[in-house]
């Protein structure tokens, strides 16, 4: 069973990307409202994935992406943000298994597919 952590400031954004995560099978769904929580539930749910919003409070999204690189280089997280294109630039983004998806944009196909690679990576080893 997969396990996805959403982190987003936003609990509009994160209830409706939780909800779409459980309607399309994911049953181990947390959620965190900053990055420091999300570092935190990263460490005591070890999630399959983490959703990891760009412009949130008291830690950012970066710092946060910067943070989750050095406790688990090789966690893929998908960066869903509305700053997508300035995003590409910043240093650092690009390390480990990171996506980039702009909100407006399909969501689920992304984590689907990561989470698909991350199983089948599991299963070689």
Known sequence: MSSVLVADD???????????LIANGIENVSEAVDGFEAIA???????????LDIAMVRLNGIDTLKELRKLRPNLPVIVHTQY????????GVSKGPTQVVAKGNPLLPVVLSLIASTVSRHQSH
């Open 10 to 20: 936003s609990e509009v954004m994160r209830r409706a990307i939780c909800t779409q």
């Open 41 to 51: 539930k990263t460490l005591t749910t070890d999630p399959d994935l983490v959703i």
């Open 84 to 91: 997508a294109e300035a995003l590409h630039k910043v240093r």
